[in-house]
């Protein structure tokens, strides 16, 4: 299965690398960062730097795994959703912190592959903040038959690793007893946020908002002219169907389009089996 995995992923990397040579894109494969209006520089794996002078610059770096305060992740027996894509066998108990979008995603995938796996949500249902309650409730039904145990209006205190398995205490959301939970694997998935550090943004003046978020109007564009942004790093669903939409309209917009993205047709969606 793992095997099947890394296949597809080299197929999907494949492609798009195939799409950039079909399109005459440069690829420069490394860190970049804004080092002026119409400059980006790329500081590459080999120690090296390339600068790159353009008119335009399209920030898309996404988003990262959202840290647990106390937590650290070693992607072995405590991991972040990057992690549980890798796990050499199938663990014989798994908790999950979270029981959002991706908490039951991957939770759900570990659950029929025989773990016996127990999500940890601080809310009062699963499916993350904004999902119809209705469907909240019969979605969680479903994952219950199938074997997935909750812990709602529930948070984590804190986890410690001991030989090979993970302790995890918890408690009451608004207070009260506490108890001990054991597993094998700790699944920490609560959220992602933008990936804005280390950019040189704040070099540039480029306005961020409360949650780390790159500052855009209607068309896409920070605070500088000629800097437009897109995709998780900006407001909105982290979604990648809406970050590619975005794409779209921004680029047309560069080259005189006129391009509009209405928020209110953005599907959402949870991958799971049903």
């Not at 890798?86 to 029929?112: C, D, F, Q």
């Not at 070099?203 to 855009?216: F, H, Q, T, W």
């Not at 990648?240 to 005189?256: F, N, R, T, Y």
Request: charged letters at 20%; a neutral charge; aromatic letters at 4%.
């Amino acid at each position: 299965m793992m095997n099947q995995k890394s296949t597809s992923v080299q197929q999907l990397t494949g492609g798009i690398a195939t799409l950039f040579k079909a399109n005459k894109v440069t690829h420069l494969q490394g860190h970049g960062t804004i080092t002026g209006k119409n400059e980006v520089t790329v500081a590459k794996g080999d120690g090296s730097k390339e600068t790159v002078k353009t008119k335009n610059i399209l920030i898309a770096t996404g988003s990262e795994v959202t840290p647990f305060a106390g937590i650290e992740i070693d992607e072995k027996l405590i991991v972040s959703s990057t992690g549980a894509l890798s796990l050499e066998k199938v663990p014989e108990r798994m908790i999950v912190i979270g029981a959002g979008v991706i908490g039951v995603e991957l939770g759900s995938v570990w659950s029929r592959l025989g773990s016996k796996v127990t999500a940890v949500e601080f809310l009062g249902h699963v499916g993350g903040v904004g999902i119809d309650m209705d469907v909240s409730k019969t979605f969680q039904r479903s994952l219950k038959k199938q074997g997935m145990e909750f812990m709602l209006n529930t948070k984590v205190t804190s986890a410690t690793k001991k030989s090979n398995e993970v302790t995890v205490r918890v408690e009451p959301a608004k207070g009260g007893e506490g108890k001990e939970l054991s597993c094998d694997v700790l699944l920490v998935c609560i959220g992602r946020r933008p990936y804005t550090a280390n950019l040189g943004l704040e070099n540039m003046g480029i306005s961020l908002d409360e949650r780390g978020r790159v500052s855009v109007d209607s068309h896409f564009k920070t605070s500088v002219p000629n800097i437009y942004a897109i995709g998780d790093c900006i407001h909105g669903p982290m979604l990648a169907h809406k970050a590619e939409d975005e794409g779209i309209v921004c680029v047309e917009s560069l080259v005189g389009g006129k391009g509009h993205l209405d928020y209110n047709c953005v599907p959402s969606v949870i991958y799971t089996h049903p």
